[in-house]
């Protein structure tokens, strides 16, 4: 097995490409910064996806959730990118985070999910309150279906409230901001490094 972990990353923007999202664009640049520690791999707008609601692994019918979760499975790393909305994480996000609940039923011969041993992230953007709120909202979800979190492994930029300067709009982006995107990415490609090389004892 190569050393080298590998990331997906699921923009849940409610923009269809190709349209310019800034969770788009916070995903992307946490993806560069995995790839400064060796990290492979790709972003994929959910909303671009035929994607059903449910809480099952494939809800038929022409679902392209499976296609999404093969990517999931195959990874080492998930980072979920959504911006805020009224507070919360985006209708996508949360749709993501109820397909993600079937996997607490995946479960190998020795009991553990299909997400033991993968790392989880998160990244929001908005110019409203919740960014707090929403990262922890999503990555107690995250890790409740297995996925483990890193140190200091989320990132963030709000904007001034009910003003329209999105993250994407900005000519120079925040020092805080992309220093907390590097200590995020280390810490999480660290990590993955680390349960590629001993994972989880069976539950």
Known sequence: MSDSPTALVLSCTLKRSPDESSSV????EFLDALGTHGVTGELVRVVDHDVRFGVTTDEGDGDEWPTIREKVLAADILVIA?????GQPSSVCKMVMERLDAELSETDDEGRMS???KVAAVAVVGNEDGAHHTTAEVLQG???VGFSVAANGST????EAMQGTDYQDLEQKPEKTTSTTTTAAANTAHLARLLRSQGYPPA
Do not use: R, S
Request: avoid cysteine.
């Open 25 to 28: 664009l916070i995903g992307q």
């Open 82 to 86: 959504t911006p805020i909305w009224m």
């Open 115 to 117: 997400t033991y041993n």
């Open 142 to 144: 995250l890790n409740d």
């Open 156 to 159: 963030y930029w709000v904007g």
